[in-house]
């Protein structure tokens, strides 16, 4: 239950990275100016009280986008839909990589929640609300919208950005499998609570969110297990990756994108020995990186990891 390009609208791109809009965006967009068309003079303000959640979210989204990349990652694609943002980011398999690339997400709302609120105080205290009485509760709406998706965010509930912050913390300790299960097992709890809190208000919307929580949370716990019996699986000698000079792992580890099968690649040479499929390039699962199949070789020395 991840946000996808299927129904999606491409808006633009910028710095190298595609932004796509969902379709339902704008059904939702018509049923919330509509449940909020009293709370200003005019239908405008309502669409751009809109306009400026989509804007938010947008550069919270490029926040984890572009430090993706600071730190050597690749991140080429960002999806918008009603129920949140996602950066497609691959960084690489460092803790500290992972954990600037999540930070830098809501450290965007950090950033531009100070100017945000002076201004709504200055607004205050310079009696907007009786001079400009719709751009004020407007800019108030936008105060909460940024504070709201800050808050939300850093919940320690996986897979927010909160629970991946702790879990990068926790991969300085535990290392990268148990670090993802411990944070998916305290996210199942913190999940609970937001289920009996969705209960509790009555709000459709926010069990939806819920939900999506659950089921990706799920899913950071399944790969935690896979993570784990790939951590535990033998490195292959003969080969190690050309970026991080790491040796690969035996075992039927990669899948075959033709038929769909499993096996060694560096046993059968890039090739798959069920439909005879060449793979010119070979994933590396220590550091994220696809590199030609010919270049992976042992170096004349190699470096110790860190």
């Known amino acids: 239950?991840?946000?996808?390009?299927?129904?999606?609208?491409?808006?633009?791109?910028?710095?190298?990275?595609?932004?796509?809009?969902?379709?339902?965006?704008?059904?939702?967009?018509?049923?919330?100016?509509?449940?909020?068309?009293?709370?200003?003079?005019?239908?405008?303000?309502?669409?751009?009280?809109?306009?400026?959640?989509?804007?938010?979210?947008?550069?919270?989204?490029?926040?984890?986008?572009?430090?993706?990349?600071?730190?050597?990652?690749?991140?080429?694609?960002?999806?918008?839909?009603?129920?949140?943002?996602?950066?497609?980011?691959?960084?690489p398999q460092r803790a500290g990589a992972m954990l600037w690339s999540i930070a830098a997400g809501p450290l965007v709302n950090v950033v531009l929640a100070p100017p945000l609120w002076m201004l709504y105080f200055h607004g205050t205290a310079a009696g907007w609300a009786q001079s400009m009485p719709d751009f004020f509760p407007f800019l108030q709406t936008v105060c909460y919208i940024n504070t709201g998706l800050l808050a939300f965010n850093l919940l320690p509930v996986y897979p927010l950005d909160g629970g991946q912050i702790l879990r990068s913390l926790l991969w300085f300790v535990f290392g990268r499998a148990r670090s993802l299960l411990i944070a998916t097992c305290l996210g199942f709890v913190g999940v609970l609570g937001l289920i009996a809190l969705a209960i509790w208000i009555r709000s459709l919307w926010f069990g939806l969110v819920t939900a999506f929580l659950l089921v990706n949370c799920w899913r950071g716990w399944m790969q935690a297990r896979a993570l784990d019996r790939?951590?535990?699986?033998?490195?292959?000698?003969?080969?190690?990756?050309?970026?991080?000079?790491?040796?690969?792992?035996?075992?039927?580890?990669?899948?075959?994108?033709?038929?769909?099968?499993?096996?060694?690649?560096?046993?059968?040479?890039?090739?798959?020995?069920?439909?005879?499929?060449?793979?010119?390039?070979?994933?590396?699962?220590?550091?994220?990186?696809?590199?030609?199949?010919?270049?992976?070789?042992?170096?004349?020395?190699?470096?110790?990891?860190?």
């Open 1 to 91: 239950m991840m946000p996808t390009r299927q129904g999606s609208i491409r808006l633009f791109r910028l710095f190298g990275i595609n932004l796509f809009l969902h379709w339902s965006w704008f059904l939702v967009g018509v049923i919330e100016i509509q449940d909020r068309r009293h709370a200003y003079g005019g239908l405008l303000w309502n669409v751009l009280e809109y306009l400026a959640l989509f804007v938010l979210v947008t550069l919270h989204e490029f926040g984890h986008a572009l430090a993706c990349r600071q730190v050597g990652g690749q991140a080429n694609q960002i999806v918008l839909w009603p129920l949140g943002g996602v950066a497609y980011v691959a960084p």
């Open 230 to 306: 790939l951590d535990r699986a033998p490195r292959r000698e003969g080969y190690t990756c050309p970026v991080c000079q790491v040796a690969p792992r035996r075992g039927l580890l990669w899948l075959c994108g033709k038929c769909r099968q499993s096996f060694d690649t560096f046993e059968t040479h890039a090739l798959c020995p069920y439909c005879q499929a060449r793979f010119t390039e070979t994933p590396c699962f220590e550091c994220g990186n696809l590199r030609p199949f010919s270049e992976w070789s042992v170096p004349d020395s190699i470096p110790p990891r860190i």
